[in-house]
């Protein structure tokens, strides 16, 4: 197949327009022409340029070779690279015909991925997720949310789908990907329900509600390939013998005995990173970030981001990522952008508040919201492997008590952050957190450092998008979820640097930041443990 980049369409193209446009591109006629699709489709919506889309389709033609060569000096028409998936192993290759299954802990998009590619290959995984189903999660959720009730196993992070189902469903990154795994993801989901234009679209995202039924769908797969998926089973320790995992310890369940051990376990489950560094399983701090959630009017954002495109249905609401290297030293940049979109209460333990944010597919709430956070290290919170726990845990405790003490999350006026004063009243911005927030003063709910970076972002980032320091806009504390606070370090053949048999991955593990990439990396691990089957 043939790939052509850079082909440039208005908006409001007729269907028709875009084959049109291949075969003026490439100097043939319809008949020559077999069949093309859609790789990419990305908008210019630069101010005094007119409106366009911009694709890269990959084609067949006849006589591509010829084709090929004709064109040979064009970088913006080449062979299409293949982007197929190509399972490693099959478990029917495996030597011994009785082999312990593999088990994978956690059932977010690293584990479903890890789950369905291993099941797909015939090994029928054994899944351990320590929240419920998805649809039940969904309800327990909402008790937070509606009645101030949180259920510390079923919540935004623990759960069916991890944390990822209660986010925009963003389905891009910047992970190399030479293997074009994320196109299985992509493919994947699409299988299971999620529209079609998740496949070309610039920035794909499914929703919420629509990642419930996907997700649904994939459970059912792995479990008709022979894989078991068993819910509220909550890991509370490992048997390692001679420096290889031989086991799991499940709270109320017999031990489950494995010799091949996924751990995709999600950002947030701080007692099982206690419990396996207790046992010895090599870990490290890595640094993550800090901040607020920042909400404005999403009209506002259209218009400093699309000018006259601003609500283009074609285009929908707008995003943004800004950056600010601030002079104190410190990084702050926007965060899990959601366009569209609600602050999500994202707690899963008790008497602590933590945000995220969230979109419907549909993107189409009052407000836009972005983590506004900025980065730290190690040196920040030392102390060992689990000191960033720690770090988390006191803040998040402190914006509890800022809050009121009820889950209700601290909150403040960006005029009044701005000027050092606590805020008394909403303007035309009503933030959407729920349970509900508590407006204070926001300079004693991360450090100093921390505070007077972010003071001096909000202004610079005004630079670039018209309005983003509006008085009225709404703080609303705090980010700190943004990424594992530790790495789980796994060698070359993805397994921990000192305990055989044990595969770290994902999010948790530190090796993966979004549902896409945390897929990705589910892939890799689950081709890692396929293929050390079949050297036994």
């Known amino acids: 197949m043939i790939r052509i980049t850079e082909l440039r369409l208005p908006i409001s193209h007729a269907p028709e327009a875009l084959e049109e446009a291949i075969l003026q591109r490439l100097k043939i006629s319809a008949q020559d022409l077999i069949r093309f699709n859609i790789f990419k489709r990305s908008y210019d919506a630069r101010k005094n340029v007119a409106l366009a889309f911009i694709y890269t389709v990959d084609l067949s033609v006849k ?6 060569k004709q064109f040979s000096h064009d970088i913006h028409i080449r062979p299409s690279p293949d982007m197929s998936y ?15 299954r593999p088990v994978v802990i956690g059932f977010g998009p690293c584990g479903i991925f ?13 899944v351990l997720e320590r929240g419920k189903p998805v649809r039940e999660r969904t309800q327990d959720t909402w008790g937070l949310w509606r009645k101030n009730v949180l259920n510390p196993e079923s919540n935004v992070q623990f759960g069916e789908g991890g944390a990822g189902t209660f986010s925009d469903g963003k389905l891009w990154s910047q992970i190399k990907d030479p293997k074009f795994y994320g196109r299985k993801v992509i493919a994947e989901f699409i299988k299971a329900g999620a529209p079609e234009e998740i496949r070309y679209v610039a920035k794909p995202h499914i ?3 629509r990642l419930v039924g996907v997700v649904e769908r994939m459970r059912q797969e792995i479990i008709e390939l022979g894989g078991e998926i068993r819910f509220s089973q909550k890991v509370i320790g490992f048997d390692i013998q001679n420096d290889q995992i031989t086991g799991v310890k499940i709270e109320g369940h017999p031990d489950l005995s494995a010799n091949h051990v996924v751990l995709a376990l999600g950002h947030s489950a701080r007692d099982t990173f206690e419990i396996l560094h207790a046992a010895g399983v090599y870990m490290e701090a890595k640094p993550f970030s800090v901040g607020f959630r920042i909400e404005h009017p999403q009209s506002l954002i259209d218009k400093a981001r699309l000018g006259p495109h601003a609500g283009n249905e074609l285009i929908g609401a707008a995003d943004y990522k800004l950056v600010h290297h601030a002079k104190n ?7 899990c952008m959601c366009p569209g979109g609600t602050v999500v209460a994202a707690t899963s333990e008790p008497n602590r508040v933590v945000t995220n944010g969230m979109s419907q597919y549909s993107r189409n709430e009052r407000n836009a919201n972005a983590g506004i956070v900025v980065g730290i290290t ?5 102390g060992g492997p689990l000191a960033g726990i720690d770090f988390q845990r006191a803040l998040e405790s402190k914006a509890y008590d800022l809050g009121g003490s009820n889950y209700e999350a601290p ?16 303007g035309s911005v009503i933030p959407s957190y729920k349970p509900g927030v508590h407006l204070t003063d926001l300079a004693d709910a991360l450090p100093p450092y921390a505070i007077e970076a972010i003071r001096e972002a909000i202004p610079a980032f005004e630079k670039q998008i018209k309005g983003f320091s509006m008085k009225d806009a709404v703080l609303t504390g705090i980010e700190t979820r943004t990424s594992s606070p530790l790495r789980i370090t796994r060698g070359s053949n993805f397994q921990s640097l000192n305990i055989k048999g044990l595969y770290p991955a994902g999010e948790g593990a530190g090796y993966a930041g979004g549902i896409l990439s945390a897929g990705v990396d589910g892939i890799k691990v689950a081709e890692a443990v396929a293929l050390d089957y079949l050297s036994k």
Do not use: C, N, W
């Open 86 to 100: 190509h399972f490693v192993a099959k478990a029917s290759q495996v030597k011994s015909e009785s082999f312990e």
């Open 114 to 126: 890890a789950a369905l590619v291993l099941a797909q290959m015939g090994f029928k995984p054994i």
């Open 411 to 426: 909150g403040q006026l960006v005029g009044d952050f701005l000027a050092g004063k606590a805020s008394a009243e909403f």
């Open 63 to 68: 006589d591509e070779e010829k084709l090929l």
């Open 207 to 209: 929703g919420t509600f």
């Open 329 to 335: 030293g410190r990084a702050v940049y926007s965060f």
């Open 378 to 382: 190690p040196d920040d919170y030392p």
